[in-house]
């Protein structure tokens, strides 16, 4: 089973920019897809940038398109979220997750980072 922990977040103000990490721990990762999702108060979780581990496809929502940048190194198993121009409406506990390439949800999560931006 894939294992995902996460480091980074924080907080700071708008404009500004955060580096989230998230390591998986897996024999292989070549499957699946791997995702930067978000919770913020009252409002359900939405999948924020995603990656396919082994072409390196990208998918980006469109609030943060241009914005943020998905990245992973493969050697590493380390999946990377560059979030720059911060909103206040980024705020929100992030979480990593990997789902298998062809399944619709993510079955597996790291324990959550919160992003805090202030305006």
């Known amino acids: 089973q894939v294992q995902l922990v996460e480091s980074g977040g924080g907080q700071v103000q708008a404009g500004g920019s955060l580096d989230l990490s998230c390591a998986a721990s897996a024999r292989t990762l070549t499957n699946f897809v791997l995702g930067w999702l978000r919770q913020a108060p009252g409002k359900e979780r939405e999948v924020v940038a995603a990656i396919t581990w082994s072409e390196g496809r990208t998918y980006y929502a469109d609030s943060v398109k241009g914005r943020f940048t998905i990245s992973r190194d493969s050697a590493k198993k380390t999946m990377y979220l560059r979030m720059n121009s911060l909103k206040p409406e980024d705020t929100a506990v992030y979480y990593c997750?990997?789902?298998?390439?062809?399944?619709?949800?993510?079955?597996?999560w790291g324990q959550g980072t919160q992003v805090t931006v202030s305006s």
């Open positions: 997750a990997v789902k298998l390439r062809g399944e619709a949800t993510y079955s597996r």
